[in-house]
T-cell receptor
Framework: GQQVMQIPQYQHVQEGEDFTTYCNSS?????IQWYKQRPGGHPVFLIQ?????EVKKQKRLTFQFGEAKKNSSLHITATQTTDVGTYFC??????????FGAGTTVTVRA | NAGVMQNPRHLVRRRGQEARLRCSPM?????VYWYRQLPEEGLKFMVY????????ESGMPKERFSAEFPKEGPSILRIQQVVRGDSAAYFC?????????????FGQGTRLTVV
């Protein structure tokens, strides 16, 4: 499947600040999914983006799919301690096979 | 999602032993997917099964690994003669259709440690 690269690998954030994590591909993505995995936990589906330029919001989380469908971003505003975890983007090259990025691990300083 | 049940949650095996990981899909889901997560990496697809059928095993190592999803009972991922490199978290997901999308959920995983 496609290879998606995520940056940064680690994100240390002061509580209350905003941050953005990015997911990039050298080729066009059919869609992009975002997951959150808490330490010691399992991946939890957050959102799926399909359309070029699509933007979706979930409370303090904003997900964007690039116009060329080669990149995506997750922006979190007013970071809270509950945002701690690893955020993965994943592309499904077919209906069932997901190709995950390596993730961005977020820690929060209170 | 608590609906996908994996056991055991933690498994310790000595090198050369066999590991059997079980996954019970959510009620009404007949499609099961196994993924492996090495430390500090993303998940890697291993195999996709429907009841009594292996649909895609392109991510499975050629040797020592096998998977099944019998007509009755959970899906089983079996690793024979485990080696240290098999230490990882193994996640199972299930869905009602053959799609990993909004209706697919991961179980809590089995953390395998080979000593």
């Amino acid at each position: 499947g496609q290879q998606v690269m995520q940056i940064p690998q680690y994100q240390h954030v002061q509580e209350g600040e905003d941050f953005t994590t990015y997911c990039n591909s050298s080729t066009t993505l059919s869609n992009i999914q975002w997951y959150k995995q808490r330490p010691g936990g399992h991946p939890v589906f957050l959102i799926q983006l399909v359309k070029s330029g699509e933007v979706k919001k979930q409370k303090r989380l904003t997900f964007q799919f690039g116009e060329a469908k080669k990149n995506s971003s997750l922006h979190i505003t007013a970071t809270q301690t509950t945002d701690v975890g690893t955020y993965f983007c994943a592309e499904s090259s077919n209906d069932y096979k997901l190709s995950f990025g390596a993730g961005t691990t977020v820690t929060v300083r209170a | 999602n608590a609906g996908v049940m994996q056991n055991p949650r933690h498994l310790v095996r000595r090198r050369g032993q066999e590991a059997r990981l079980r996954c019970s899909p959510m009620k009404g889901h007949s499609h099961v997917y196994w993924y492996r997560q090495l430390p500090e990496e993303g998940l890697k697809f291993m195999v996709y099964l429907q009841k009594e059928n292996i649909i895609d095993e392109s991510g499975m190592p050629k040797e020592r690994f096998s998977a099944e999803f019998p007509k009755e009972g959970p899906s089983i991922l079996r690793i024979q003669q485990v080696v240290r490199g098999d230490s990882a978290a193994y996640f199972c997901a299930s869905s009602p259709w053959g799609q990993m999308n909004t209706e697919a959920f991961f179980g809590q995983g089995t953390r395998l440690t080979v000593v």
